[in-house]
């Protein structure tokens, strides 16, 4: 098992790792399923220097990866499963060959994913300009396992007006990637934002256009924004989970989630498959007496298992729980 984490222990950054000056620092261990340390707790960047990280783990066959910000840019690491690095610091803006892609800081808005074989997918929104005015656009690029630029491009070239919040992304093991973004673009009278998404093969081409997810929450529908959204695939199985505003009865935030099939042939034309309709996973009860829903929802989590089930994680925030 590989943890990782923000270390704000920030003296540990000299007084442990030999660095110049303190602050927080991302560091990893790795664990048998024994508890018996296999790496003790190691600083994830090859420089004792300030680094920041919320989230941002992911594996292939035989490693893994850690991103992190350094110095304010998007950087990765990759690691043997022993904890042996693999490469050094991977800055994602130069491996691109554009700074666009070193955006996303610590990674809270920002996503990193694995495909368990031999490929990760980073995805950001950077700010670029649309005629006279300035948008956030998402960008997605795929690594491979030694470190070297698979592809990279702009996730929505099709959206020319997609003006981005937080993104995530997944990649499947056969290399497809999906993007999934809150995006503010859709005309009156839809609300702030709206979830959108957009597949890609092995290649970086588009198997499908931008699309809204959800068939309830729709500029025509909604009627309160849909935001952060996180994506998992596995098999032919997508996954999306978001924060919603729009669950029938609810006058607050809640955990919405939609699944998708799609054909494992890698054909560029085939097709996204609606398996189930958009499903607010935790509504406001009446009397219960473990509310799960206090109007706090943040920080989702989503994964798939082998046998195709998903499992939606959240923090829900504040007081009275």
């Not at 499963?81 to 554009?98: F, K, Q």
């Not at 694995?114 to 795929?142: L, R, S």
């Not at 009446?286 to 920080?299: D, F, T």
């Amino acid at each position: 098992m590989v943890i990782v984490g923000e270390s704000r222990q920030r003296p540990d950054l000299v007084d442990r790792f030999g660095g110049a000056a303190s602050g927080n620092h991302a560091t990893y261990r790795v664990l048998k399923r024994d508890g018996t340390e296999v790496k003790a707790l190691t600083l994830a960047s090859e420089n004792a220097v300030v680094t920041e990280m919320w989230h941002g783990a992911a594996v292939i066959n035989g490693g893994f990866a850690i991103r992190f910000a350094k110095a304010g840019r998007a950087t990765i690491r990759i690691f043997n499963n022993d904890g042996t690095p693999r490469t050094g610091d991977i800055d994602l803006g130069n491996l691109a060959g554009s700074d666009l892609y070193a955006r996303g800081g610590r990674g809270d808005g920002a996503g990193f994913d694995g495909n368990g074989k031999d490929a990760f997918a980073a995805v950001c929104t950077a700010q670029v300009t649309v005629g006279e005015v300035q948008i956030n656009k998402p960008f997605v690029m795929v690594i491979n396992a030694d470190g070297t630029l698979r592809w990279a491009r702009s996730a929505a070239d099709d959206f020319e007006n997609a003006n981005s919040d937080r993104v995530d992304c997944a990649i499947s093991e056969d290399g497809r990637v999906a993007v999934v973004f809150a995006d503010s673009a859709y005309s009156a009278p839809a609300p702030s934002r709206l979830v959108a998404g957009r597949l890609f093969n092995r290649n970086g081409d588009p198997i499908t256009g931008t699309f809204r997810v959800s068939e309830k929450e729709t500029p025509d529908l909604a009627t309160k924004e849909s935001r952060h959204p996180r994506v998992a695939w596995r098999n032919n199985s997508i996954a999306v989970a978001w924060e919603s505003g729009n669950a029938p009865d609810a006058n607050v935030r809640v955990v919405a989630a939609r699944f998708f099939d799609l054909p494992m042939s890698s054909v560029e034309s085939a097709g996204l498959i609606a398996a189930s309709p958009t499903t607010y996973i935790n509504p406001p009860v009446e009397n219960s007496p473990h509310p799960l829903n206090n109007g706090r929802v943040e920080s989702l989590g989503v994964s798939i298992a082998s046998n195709g089930n998903v499992i939606i994680g959240w923090e829900d925030d504040g007081s009275g729980l």
